[in-house]
């Protein structure tokens, strides 16, 4: 190894105390390197043993509710269950309809403009070229978006007169075709 200068504690001189040298760090660190990672092994051991050891507590309550139906008959309840949920399916059919009409989808389609859309209207030129020549562009875009519209929306009751609408995979909100 190299001689040490005995200009101050350690060995460094008057000039060379600001300079740093990784070399020699690297050294000191191989050097002592189980000092360096014994410490982390046995913190690392007692946490690991710690944590092992300590489990959760969980617990855990449930209350059941019992009521008393002994009213009518168990054909009255089948009965009504029955009148209530056709009354349902009724109301859905209902509502279906109405959500799914040509007149209030054009109404959506007219408010939101999604006819003025460049790329629709250039599906629905080509579609007018091709099969319907006797209709106008700004038709057949209406009808093409009607019909995408109708393939992407849902309609399903929640019992009573809870109804849920839903547009399946819209990737843009102004263009839900």
Excluded: C
Aim: overall charge positive; proline content about 5%; glycine content about 10%.
């Amino acid at each position: 190894m190299g001689e040490r200068s005995s200009g101050g504690p350690g060995g460094v001189g008057a000039g060379e105390g600001l300079h740093f040298d990784p070399q020699r760090l690297w050294q000191i660190v191989r050097r002592r390197r189980f000092y360096l990672i014994l410490p982390v092994l046995v913190i690392g051991a007692i946490l690991g043993a710690g944590v092992s050891t300590i489990t959760p507590v969980y617990t855990s309550s449930v209350r059941i509710l019992l009521e008393d139906r002994s009213t009518g008959t168990d054909m009255d309840k089948v009965m009504t269950q029955e009148a209530r949920r056709v009354r349902d399916l009724e109301n859905l059919v209902m509502v279906r309809e109405t959500l799914m009409s040509q007149e209030l989808l054009v109404r959506i389609i007219r408010n939101l403009r999604l006819r003025e859309d460049p790329v629709l209207l250039e599906q629905a030129r080509l579609l007018q070229q091709e099969k319907l020549p006797d209709q106008t562009v700004s038709l057949v875009a209406e009808r093409l978006l009607v019909q995408r519209l109708r393939r992407k929306m849902y309609v399903g009751g929640q019992g009573g007169n809870l109804f849920i609408l839903s547009l399946i995979h819209i990737s843009e909100p102004t263009r839900p075709y």
